[in-house]
């Protein structure tokens, strides 16, 4: 009985194979932009993903511009980060590295009517805050740029009586 319940099951599995099979093909087949059913060229497996950042300029921490008012400040750093000390004035915006900055924060900084828009990162290579600024960049923004060293450095260069 065994046996014969194994082969009712691999049979009707190999009917729904067969039948699936011939289902895509037909499908394929009436489709005007139909999948080839041999490669006509090699496949391109590993491909970079498509950069979407754009480009921003490099200040130093001891940058006059950063003491505009028309500039705005953001923090690319997680929130623990940003709690433990920012520059003054400075806003959290965590950069992802997987997930791009919602787009109400880019509505919202564009909305500033900023002339300037500095993001001070973690200073790390790849550092958070070139990161977010080359894709606030990439997404519109004007005058983007970012502070060379992160927070360290400007930490370092307000403490010394620096911007």
């Known amino acids: 009985m065994r046996d014969e319940t194994l082969k009712s099951t691999c049979r009707d ?4 194979v067969a039948v699936a099979f011939g289902l895509a093909l037909g499908v394929n087949a009436v489709r005007s932009d139909g999948l080839p059913l041999v490669a006509d060229r090699e496949y391109q497996v590993l491909v970079p993903c498509p950069e979407v950042g754009g480009e921003a ?5 001891t940058d006059p511009a950063l003491r505009d ?7 690319a750093r997680d929130a623990a980060a940003f709690a433990a000390w ?16 919602p ?7 564009l909305a500033s009517g900023a ?6 990162g973690d200073g790390d290579d790849p550092d ?15 005058n983007v740029a970012f502070v060379t060293g992160g927070a360290p450095a400007l930490k370092a260069a307000l403490a010394g009586g620096a911007p």
Request: aromatic fraction near 4%; charged fraction near 20%.
């Open 13 to 16: 599995a190999a009917w729904v």
């Open 57 to 61: 300029a490099a200040l130093a921490p």
């Open 69 to 75: 008012p028309r500039t705005v400040l953001l923090d």
């Open 86 to 101: 920012h520059a003054p004035g400075a806003r959290s915006v965590p950069y992802d590295y997987l997930a791009p900055t």
């Open 103 to 109: 787009q109400e924060t880019v509505r919202e900084i």
């Open 115 to 120: 002339a300037r828009v500095v993001v001070v």
């Open 128 to 142: 958070s805050g070139r990161e977010l600024a080359r894709e606030l960049a990439g997404r519109g923004l004007q």
